[in-house]
């Protein structure tokens, strides 16, 4: 099973980058698909995550919709749009995958350890 992650970079207060997860030897269907961020010197944080069917959870300024998950399940690849990015939003970015329920994941989406994969992460500079 392979998670490849891509699409960070140096962007400067207030541009957008858009992630992409593409994923390889395992049942996309089957997974939920989510995004984690970690800074330095900070634990690794949810960011957003989707079922297959599309239900979503976002909890980076989740009322502003900074940020917003998608995924297409036809090239097995899962998209974290970031919008109006601040220098906090600093961190190297990875997407994991979850073979948990849904009624599971939407209780455990926070957990590490409730993934089965990670991809190797892609790292955003957001400059001031």
């Known amino acids: 099973v392979q998670l490849q992650a891509s699409g960070g970079g140096l962007v400067q207060a207030g541009g957008s980058l858009r992630l992409s997860c593409t994923a390889s030897g395992l049942t996309f269907s089957s997974y939920v698909m989510s995004w984690f961020r970690q800074a330095p010197g900070k634990e690794r944080e949810f960011v957003a995550g989707m079922t297959w069917s599309g239900v979503s959870i976002v909890t980076v300024d989740s009322e502003k919709g900074r940020f917003t998950i998608s995924r297409d399940n036809t090239k097995n690849t899962v998209y974290l749009q970031m919008n109006s990015l601040k220098p906090e939003d600093t961190a190297a970015y990875y997407c994991?995958?979850?073979?948990?329920?849904?009624?599971?994941?939407?209780?455990?989406?926070?957990?590490?350890?409730?993934?089965?994969?990670w991809g190797q992460g892609t790292l955003v500079t957001v400059s001031s």
């Open positions: 994991a995958a979850t073979s948990s329920s849904s009624s599971v994941w939407f209780g455990a989406h926070r957990a590490l350890t409730d993934y089965d994969y």
